[in-house]
């Protein structure tokens, strides 16, 4: 949806899958509010007769119908064409970002869509071609069962992460690297090897976000004791960034910024306050 919103293509929507106090991109959950756009049931339970009698000529879906292959097939019965879109499926971040220009060519606004790429990657050139810092980054969360998420070496956020001058940690060795972007690890091997890093950034893009260090130790004490957390180096990223994936370019600056000692206007990345 986001870069449906990028590329000036939103009057050309007319249905969702998620329900308008679930969107984080502002001008889809308006024009929900609106009556513009109409919610149609759940990617995976589709109301198949609204989306016949409004007129629904194209349905756009993500790798997860692939878990209901015969939402797919009923849709296909009813003469509605399924186009699965598979931007997550890029390790590279511009990569996903790209996709813009698919939605361009879809809804006849290839011109946007390509000043809107070409606009963004210029606006961040100077800071991809500056000289790596030495500095550590995680990006993690803590699970329900204690254990911690981190992102494996090839998924896009530890790429933004190297993008933007950073060192993603952990690494994981060759034979512990799978086709899933994420992994669980235990939480006394998540400290060996991030204990040190110069930046942790806690992912609340599944869990809530922290609004202070307290909450982050109260996870678990052992943070603490993490070199970040003494050196006032905590951030948070929250669940809006997960529906915009033209923010990858943003995101890389953000991290750029706070690489370099300069976190003053964050817009995807939000500093972790000390206790209150």
Known sequence: MDLVVSCSALDSI???????????????????????????????APDYELLLSQGC????????IYHKPEVMEKLSELGIPCLVEKSGNESHPL????????????????????????NRIKAIQNLLNQKK?????AFFYITKNGSVN?????????????????????????????????????????????KD??????????????????????KN???????????????????EFFQSTSAVTQFISDMNGILNNNDENLVYIRKVCKNK
């Open 14 to 44: 007319g249905f969702s899958g998620t329900k308008q106090n679930d969107w984080y991109v502002e001008e889809a959950a308006n024009a929900m509010e609106s009556g513009k756009i109409l919610y149609a049931g759940k990617y995976s």
């Open 57 to 64: 000529s194209l349905a756009i879906q993500n790798n997860m």
């Open 95 to 118: 990569g996903r970002f790209e996709w813009i220009k698919l939605y361009g060519a879809l809804f006849g606004r290839e011109e946007e869509a390509q000043a809107f790429f070409d």
């Open 133 to 137: 810092t030495d500095k550590s980054v």
């Open 150 to 194: 981190i992102r494996t070496n090839s998924d896009y956020i530890a790429a933004m992460i190297e993008l933007a001058g950073g060192n993603y940690i952990p690494k994981l060795s060759q034979k512990d690297e799978d086709k899933n972007s994420t992994r669980n690890i235990q939480i006394e091997d998540f400290f060996a090897s991030a």
């Open 197 to 218: 890093a110069d930046i942790i950034v806690y992912n609340a893009i599944v869990d809530r976000p922290i609004a202070d260090i307290k909450e982050l130790e109260e």
């Open 221 to 239: 004490e052992i943070f603490a004791d993490f070199k970040a957390v003494k050196n006032d180096k905590v951030y948070c990223v929250g669940r």
